[in-house]
T-cell receptor, first 113, second 113 residues
Framework: SAVISQKPSRDICQRGTSLTIQCQVD?????MFWYRQQPGQSLTLIAT?????????ESGFVIDKFPISRPNLTFSTLTVSNMSPEDSSIYLC??????????FGDGTRLSIL | GENVEQHPSTLSVQEGDSAVIKCTYS??????FPWYKQELGKGPQLIID?????GEKKDQRIAVTLNKTAKHFSLHITETQPEDSAVYFC????????????FGTGTRLTVIP
């Protein structure tokens, strides 16, 4: 399966600031997804990162808060904007191909003070 | 949309015993059901998956069963070992790989040596 690298692995940020998380895959993949995992909770899909076009956001998530880029088939970024303590979560990148399971990176652990 | 329920939320077993985790789903269009294991500080790792045209799948000590009529599927771990201790998530999707995964709420499994 693809090797997925996320940076940073963790960060502590001040409220009101923004952080960009990077996801790099070692091979071209069709689909890239961004998930949020709140403390002790399950995973919720934020959006599907589409190569060359705007991301597709799930209900409850908006582009102004979570802008996403996907310039090519191996790389995507998620920005968490104007952060508040409620944004403290693990943010996970996953990748998928048609007829192949999704695989996850190790996530970015984000704490907002 | 899809709703996946998972039980129990916590499970403790003695080493060598079996562990069973159960999930139900609501959307009859779901046809792909993966199980992920998440260790502390790591992203979810796929351990086994099953498609709706199969009733059971086994991989060494791990097996998954699916009852499509009743809309439930289960993870069975036999001869548990301390390294099996982790949080396990079930998920459901209507399109393998290239679609949203709807996750259960997770089961924290503790294997007592």
């Amino acid at each position: 399966s693809a090797v997925i690298s996320q940076k940073p692995s963790r960060d502590i940020c001040q409220r009101g600031t923004s952080l960009t998380i990077q996801c790099q895959v070692d091979s071209q993949v069709t689909m890239m997804f961004w998930y949020r995992q709140q403390p002790g909770q399950s995973l919720t899909l934020i959006a599907t990162a589409n190569q060359g076009s705007e991301a597709t956001y799930e209900s409850g998530f908006v582009i102004d808060k979570f802008p996403i880029s996907r310039p090519n088939l191996t790389f995507s970024t998620l920005t968490v904007s104007n952060m508040s303590p409620e944004d403290s979560s693990i943010y996970l990148c996953s990748v998928g191909q048609n007829n192949q399971p999704q695989h996850f990176g190790d996530g970015t652990r984000l704490s907002i003070l | 949309g899809e709703n996946v329920e998972q039980h129990p939320s916590t499970l403790s077993v003695q080493e060598g015993d079996s562990a069973v985790i159960k999930c139900t789903y609501s959307d009859s269009a779901s046809n792909y059901f993966p199980w992920y294991k998440q260790e502390l500080g790591k992203g979810p790792q796929l351990i086994i998956d099953i498609r709706s045209n199969v009733g059971e799948k086994k991989d060494q000590r791990i097996a998954v069963t699916l009852n499509k009529t009743a809309k439930h599927f289960s993870l069975h771990i036999t001869e548990t070992q301390p390294e099996d201790s982790a949080v396990y998530f079930c998920a459901a999707s209507s399109l393998l790989g290239a679609n949203n995964l709807f996750f259960g709420t997770g089961t924290r499994l503790t294997v007592i040596p």
